[in-house]
Antibody, heavy 115, light 107 residues
Framework: QVQLVQSGAEVKKPGSSVKVSCKAS????????LSWVRQAPGQGLEWMGK????????NYAQKFQGRVKITADKSTGTVYMELSSLTSEDTAIYFC????????WGQGTLVTVSS | DIQMTQSPSTLSASVGDRVTITCRAS??????LAWYQQKPGKAPKLLIY???SLESGVPSRFSGSGSGTEFTLTISSLQPDDFATYYC?????????FGQGTKLEIK
């Protein structure tokens, strides 16, 4: 049973960038795509983008175009999400999740943006 | 991006009640519509995929229906464990979107 394991919590300064990783444990991403979803405190789920790891082709939500970059390292089975020009509004839990109907999900990575 | 509108935003109900949550898409997303349950501090849990297919291990009191731009999630008899927030999500296009969520509260 594939599990998605994410990197640990981050604290960043406004204007900086953050890079979060997601690795498949007990399996591979196979031909599935891998999405990134975020949830700000007390708010709903927000889809950011996805990638098909074996192809390396990303798609991004309009809101994040130009500020997010999703990449895949096929050799290690790891997918990365990098978000730049951070503001306090980017403080959120960032999740990775596999597939179209998203399952499984990673455990989430808290990113705090604070001066 | 396709817009997803859920209603109601909040729903108060009692154990044993039958409840329905609606999700409307700005264009057809059939059959690529999923429903999730989320509890505080946890990752969302997939309940329904392809609009009406029940995910393995999910109780049969959950059901999904609909097509085109209008979809519903029904819980036939609410159990104490069902009080949570529910989200719909479309995955029909290259970019995905979630509804804004429905918080199901105990009356």
């Amino acid at each position: 049973q594939v599990q998605l394991v994410q990197s640990g919590a981050e604290v960043k300064k406004p204007g900086s960038s953050v890079k979060v990783s997601c690795k498949a444990s007990g399996g591979t991403f196979s031909t599935y795509n891998l999405s990134w979803v975020r949830q700000a405190p007390g708010q709903g789920l927000e889809w950011m983008g996805k990638i098909i790891p074996i192809l390396g082709i990303p798609n991004y939500a309009q809101k994040f175009q130009g500020r997010v970059k999703i990449t895949a390292d096929k050799s290690t089975g790891t997918v990365y999400m990098e978000l730049s020009s951070l503001t306090s509004e980017d403080t959120a839990i960032y999740f990775c999740a596999r597939g179209g109907s998203l399952d499984p999900w990673g455990q989430g990575t808290l990113v705090t943006v604070s001066s | 991006d396709i817009q997803m509108t859920q209603s109601p935003s909040t729903l108060s109900a009692s154990v044993g009640d039958r409840v329905t949550i609606t999700c409307r898409a700005s264009q057809s997303v059939s059959p690529s519509l999923a429903w999730y349950q989320q509890k505080p501090g946890k990752a969302p849990k997939l309940l329904i995929y392809k609009a009406s297919s029940l995910e393995s291990g999910v109780p049969s009191r959950f059901s999904g229906s609909g097509s085109g731009t209008e979809f519903t999630l029904t819980i036939s008899s609410l159990q104490p464990d069902d009080f949570a927030t529910y989200y719909c999500q479309q995955y029909n296009s290259d970019t995905y979107t979630f509804g804004q969520g429905t918080k199901l509260e105990i009356k």
